[in-house]
């Protein structure tokens, strides 16, 4: 009986090793990769992680299939990930509202220690909007405004950064405001151009179109530097408000996520993907391009959550349960 389960327990053993050194020893993938969406088909994370996906098929000749997941503020599609094994073949595109998370919600992962970080691909700018018929033409009179109609600014907000920067903005530059929370940011545009809402943050790539359609006005970008979509427009920062909104893709894994793995995704991405058609037609319609590798990339997750949860509890944030 003791030989029987010394034979298991070396068979057990060599099947791990064997699949720990399938990810090591150069062949991954040797199937197809799931990219896991937490969003539903053809918002911005959508389009970025099939970009992506298409860049990693022809690269390294194996399907990366993108599957979508929505519901529960992303919750579902981390679990889709977190619950398959760690081995490289189930994938997430991650947003940057995953940052913003932990400042409005007490998670059931752990934000930071339950993901591998591989690739920071795109960031998002984005921009402080009003309606076109509003009576201003920059934040500064946005703001003038705001003071001079106490009660009445109304700002939409589907969640993540662009909710945080809207309300932070209110709130540094002296006016009242009142948030309205919807499912999805074509209802805020929606709500905006009808004008039922005063202003909005809105990502670049949704707020270009419309703007160059003269369906909204773009007052400002709420991020360190100005956006490539909009060079004309100032940051708030130079306006005396330091807000960072901005947004960002990136593709992660699971934590211990074999580094042989993390490596050769990041060097395939940073060879066929940066600076390349694929992401270019990103940055074409708004975003900005971005090449952050595992290292930065934890850097940077770490830094946003915490600088996220002290804004939260600068608003004031109760944060509950999710």
């Known amino acids: 009986m003791r030989l029987v389960h010394v034979v298991v327990l070396a068979v057990g053993l060599g099947l791990v090793g064997l699949a720990l050194g399938n990810a090591q020893d150069g062949s991954y993938p040797s199937r197809t990769v799931k990219i896991v969406v937490a969003t539903g088909p053809g918002g911005a994370t959508d389009v970025t992680a099939r970009s992506v ?7 390294l000749g194996q399907y990366f299939v993108v599957e979508n997941h929505p519901g529960a503020r992303g919750l579902i599609g981390v679990n889709a990930m977190l619950r398959e094994k760690r081995d490289g073949y189930t994938l997430l595109l991650m947003a940057s509202s995953q940052s913003v998370l932990p400042a409005f919600y007490e998670l059931p992962y752990d934000p930071v220690g339950d993901f591998s970080p591989i690739a920071l691909v795109t960031i998002v700018p984005v921009i402080l909007v009003a309606r076109a018929d509003l009576p201003v033409t920059s934040a500064a009179e946005l703001i003038q405004y705001g003071k001079q109609h106490p009660g009445e600014m109304t ?8 909710q945080i920067a809207a309300a932070l903005f209110a709130k540094r530059a ?4 009142t948030g309205i929370p919807y499912t999805a940011s074509a209802q805020v545009a929606t709500e905006l151009i009808a004008g039922r809402l005063a202003f909005v ?8 179109p419309l703007a160059d359609a003269g369906k909204l006005r773009a007052l400002a970008t709420a991020g360190t530097k100005r956006a490539t979509a909009f060079p004309d427009l100032p940051t708030l920062a130079e306006l005396g408000l330091p807000i960072e909104g901005t947004g960002w893709f990136g593709l992660v894994g699971p934590r211990d996520l074999p580094k042989p793995v993390s490596d050769k995704l990041y060097a395939t991405l940073k060879a066929n993907y940066v600076g390349k058609p694929a992401q270019a037609r990103l940055v074409d319609a708004g975003m900005e391009p971005a090449d952050q590798g595992p290292a930065e990339f934890t850097a940077r997750l770490k830094d946003e959550i915490e600088r996220y949860i002290q804004i939260g509890n600068e608003l004031g944030i109760k944060k509950i349960r999710l």
């Open 201 to 208: 943050m809105m990502t670049a790539e949704q707020a270009k």
């Open 155 to 162: 700002y939409g907000f589907q969640g993540g950064a662009t």
């Open 174 to 177: 002296g006016f009242e405001a």
């Open 53 to 59: 996906a298409q860049t990693l098929n022809e690269s």
